[in-house]
């Protein structure tokens, strides 16, 4: 009777839907799932550098060590070998006490477990969703290429989600000391969610402000603790500003590659940052996000599309952001994809959200297929459109992040004037 129930038995529509998620979850896990059982493990190569990084800590060497040797000189950003703060890797010894094969094995599955743990934090607070709603976030999911590509690769973009989507949930609940300890763990991993601060700065969070900080400089502690001073400083006086220098190549899709791809549009395949006119067109599109944010905070409610607000415009403002970090945006999604199915999206939202998929999930498969199979040239206007088409291809992860922050911040004021609708009769009364 339960097994009825879960397929909607006997409806047709339900059992239908029951069917397509099956569908979908079998293409996933054949996808993603079954090579883990397979002879041979995944190469997944960032992980690789994570534990290579962990070796090094555990046996008193320098994390960064493949680093120093492979690093490309005139952009630090393209290069292989572990790039993140010690913490990060200090995490990780457990997995050196396993051979490699098992430990890419137990960290495919714990990165995409991660996802998952994510998204059931996101529906306790928002409540289960329906068999279609269901449906949609399971398509986004097993066409999702951000997600695809940390699978892959074993980034760890998926571990930032869900601390991102915990310190979202207390949030809302008013946990600020947990929620401070979560975004401050996540900056530990990656510094990027340190762009939060001026968020809840303007909020004036104080006690989760307090704990993030307690927490990064725990995390700092641990790092020195673990590894030298002269690798921490090495991280954070020479490697950092190289890779916070913003690099244009194809891969970033931060406000500053994008600016610099506008600027240079050679860096799209060699890299390189395209200075002052990158900066000129970077820095007041940074400082216009940031007003947008805080614009429409309001420090007297806690609305759970304010903070996706915030956490959709990380990947803009940060100066790095491959592919991989968009995996955090599956956390805004998930809410609009909510909203739709609630009926508190217009149709002009909805075509939105649609576009915004697409450009996740449809539109990189043909970037990296005109790649490998650049279109021919084409005498007079087709050709122009062929070369918009590709140009319009290679920036589909920033043009979908940009309608996901878009779409968040319509759907804010949405709830905020309907709010102030329904105040508005109370108060006359």
């Not at 550098?49 to 994390?63: N, V």
């Not at 120093?68 to 990780?92: C, E, K, M, Q």
């Not at 020195?224 to 921490?232: F, K, M």
């Not at 991280?235 to 890779?243: A, S």
Request: proline residues 6%; glycine residues 8%.
């Amino acid at each position: 009777m339960a097994v009825r129930r879960l397929l909607g038995w006997p409806d047709p529509g339900q059992v239908a839907l029951s069917a397509l998620i099956g569908i979908l979850l079998a293409f996933y896990a054949a996808r993603f799932l079954l090579p883990l059982l397979a002879p041979q493990a995944p190469r997944a190569d960032d992980f690789q550098d994570y534990l290579f990084a962990a070796h090094q800590i555990a046996a008193g060497g320098d994390p960064y060590a493949n680093f120093i040797r492979n690093h490309v000189p005139w952009d630090w950003s393209l290069s292989s070998g572990y790039l993140y703060p010690p913490a990060f890797a200090v995490t990780l010894i457990p997995l050196t006490w396993v051979s490699n094969d098992i430990a890419v094995r137990l960290w495919l599955f714990l990165i995409q477990a991660a996802v998952v743990a994510s998204l059931v934090i996101v529906y306790r607070v928002i409540g289960g969703p329906r068999r279609a709603e269901l449906l949609a976030i399971v398509a986004v999911l097993t066409t999702f290429f951000p997600l695809a590509n940390s699978v892959y690769a074993g980034a760890m973009n998926s571990l930032l989600l869900l601390l991102l989507a915990g310190a979202w949930a207390c949030w809302q609940r008013r946990q600020d000391l947990a929620g401070g300890v979560l975004v401050g763990t996540a900056a530990i991993f990656k510094l990027f969610p340190l762009a939060l601060l001026p968020y809840l700065v303007w909020r004036r969070h104080w006690k989760l402000i307090g704990a993030l900080c307690l927490t990064g400089a725990a995390g700092l502690g641990a790092g020195l603790i673990v590894t030298s001073l002269d690798h921490n400083i090495y991280y954070f006086r020479d490697m950092l500003p190289h890779l916070a220098a913003g690099t244009g190549y194809r891969e970033n899709q931060s406000l500053a590659g994008f600016t610099a791809r506008i600027c240079q549009p050679s860096t799209a395949d060699a890299g390189g940052s395209a200075g002052w006119c990158g900066r000129v067109l970077d820095w007041p599109l940074t400082l216009g996000l940031l007003f947008i944010v805080l614009r429409v905070t309001s420090r007297t409610s806690r609305s759970g599309l304010e903070f996706a607000l915030a956490i959709s415009a990380l990947p803009l403002v940060s100066s790095v952001t491959w592919s991989f970090h968009l995996v955090i945006l599956i956390l805004p999604i998930a809410l609009l994809i909510r909203l739709a199915f609630s009926g508190n999206l217009s149709r002009t939202a909805g075509r939105f959200l649609i576009a915004a998929w697409l450009c996740f999930s449809v539109l990189p498969g043909l970037h990296y297929l005109l790649i490998v199979h650049p279109l021919p040239h084409w005498p007079g206007l087709l050709d122009v459109v062929l070369v918009g088409v590709t140009r319009l291809a290679s920036e589909a992860y920033f043009i979908g992040t940009v309608i996901v922050f878009a779409s968040i911040w319509v759907a804010l004021r949405n709830e905020r004037q309907l709010q102030t609708a329904a105040q508005t009769p109370a108060l006359a009364a």
